[in-house]
């Protein structure tokens, strides 16, 4: 069965740093999402991409963060300087298009980050 | 704004109990209804879902009907197991046209843990 991947599954940094979370999605789905969740808090949306763009994006997601999809695999988030705030499991997600809505979110195992 | 209320966790049961997790939402429009299981040390699965009111989703002996005069949908389990053990999470997804990005709003998550 198709998977969405995260690699890596742990990410220590020092603050101030920058990261890049990585994410494949299933193969032939359009949508991706970036969520997050910090320890113990709910799963908070950051962002979604479609066609090469950011097609929303919430509070959370500032200049700081920036997502690309440099080639027909790959997703992937940026952090450009990280704040220990910042510590959280990062997930992914990928859909496709059905009868033009979005069908159901399949989610990657998570990339733990750990801001020192 | 949107938004998913669980019940307060944990919730702890003896094997073959009846399970009953509370969500209830605050949605513009006709939301399609997720809930998703956390296992320990895993990323988000889809348990089941719902897209229009008086849906029932079901999966793995769990079911939750899709009320919109009450704005729930409760999970339910007739007999749970100890491999129930696991973080839930009621979750939103607004129709594309109010929400062109397709994100899911998640409930604060409702951990379960059942005991032989």
């Known amino acids: 069965e198709p998977e969405v991947t995260q690699t890596p599954s742990h990410q220590v940094t020092q603050m101030g740093q920058e990261v890049i979370l990585r994410c494949v999605p299933i193969s032939n789905h359009l949508y991706f999402y970036w969520y997050r969740q910090i320890l113990g808090q709910k799963v908070e949306f950051l962002v979604s991409f479609y066609n090469n763009e950011i097609s929303e994006k919430s509070e959370i997601f500032d200049d700081q963060f920036s997502v690309e999809r440099p080639d027909g695999s790959n997703f992937t988030l940026k952090i450009r300087s990280t704040k220990l705030e910042d510590s959280a499991m990062y997930f992914c997600?990928?859909?496709?298009?059905?009868?033009?809505?979005?069908?159901?979110?399949?989610f990657g195992p998570g990339t733990r980050l750990t801001v020192l | 704004g949107d938004s998913v209320t669980q019940m307060e966790g944990p919730v702890t049961l003896s094997e073959e109990a009846f399970l009953t997790i509370n969500c209830t939402y605050t949605a513009t429009g006709y939301p399609s209804l997720f809930w998703y299981v956390q296992y320990p040390g895993e990323g988000l699965q889809l348990l089941l879902k719902?897209?229009?009111?008086?849906d029932k989703g079901s999966n793995k002996g769990f079911e939750a009907t899709y009320r919109k005069e009450t704005t729930s949908f409760h999970l339910e389990k007739g007999s749970v197991q100890v491999s129930d053990s696991a973080v839930y999470f009621c979750a939103l997804s607004a129709p594309s046209f109010y929400n062109q990005g397709g994100k899911l709003i998640f409930g604060q998550g409702t951990e379960l843990s059942v005991k032989p």
């Open positions: 719902a897209t229009k009111a008086d």
């Open positions: 997600a990928s859909t496709e298009e059905l009868a033009g809505v979005q069908d159901t979110q399949y």
